[in-house]
């Protein structure tokens, strides 16, 4: 039985490797907006978004790797009512930037574990970030420096990188901000007997 990740994401690759868990990467061919769309029609809560992506890449690649233990994630921002996804482009994630200036916004991750298609684990859980007041030079500068990195994350930051200047106060867990929950994830793999106790 092999542990796959179910992401073409590097941030969650590089947090497995780092945590010293061998997964083997295996990104699920999911339309996100094709499954999302439906249910956001139905008027679907952010975390409950977040949980059904991450469970359809999770079933998606667990389908055709029977036996196998698939991990799949996916991270939602949620900021006044509305969903947001990675910014387009640069003038998207600078306009994003400026409009969540002064404010709080919350970032839903949620991961889920699947076994020959079907769920058997699932966890969502949400940090609440404040972004100090921003000018726009400030942006500018900070979007010129990081580059095209900022659309690679849903809030067109890297908390770990010099996103974390943007920021006055964050409440949750660094792991559910990168787009990972490690520690919960933790758990059930020690219980399923993945991990060494
Ligand atoms: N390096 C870094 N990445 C972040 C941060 N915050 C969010 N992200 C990334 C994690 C995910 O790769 C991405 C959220 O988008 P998704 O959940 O849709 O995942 P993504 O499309 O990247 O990959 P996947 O759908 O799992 O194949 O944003 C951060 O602070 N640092």
Redesign the pocket.
Known sequence: MALVL???????SELLRNAGVDAEVD??GVD?RAVEAPLIEAGFLPEDLALV?AEA?ADDVSGRRPGDLVIG???VLAYEGKRF??PEDMEAARRQLLAFSGRTHT?LSAVVLSRDGAAIWRHVSAAHLTMRELTPGFVGRYLADVGETAL????A?????P?VQLFERIEGDYFT???LPLLPLFAELRRLGVLDT
């Open positions: 179910a992401s073409g994401s590097k941030i969650r990104p699920a996100e992506l890449k994630a996916d991270q996804t990675k970032l690679s994350s849903v809030g930051y890297q908390l770990e990188g996103g901000i990168l787009g």
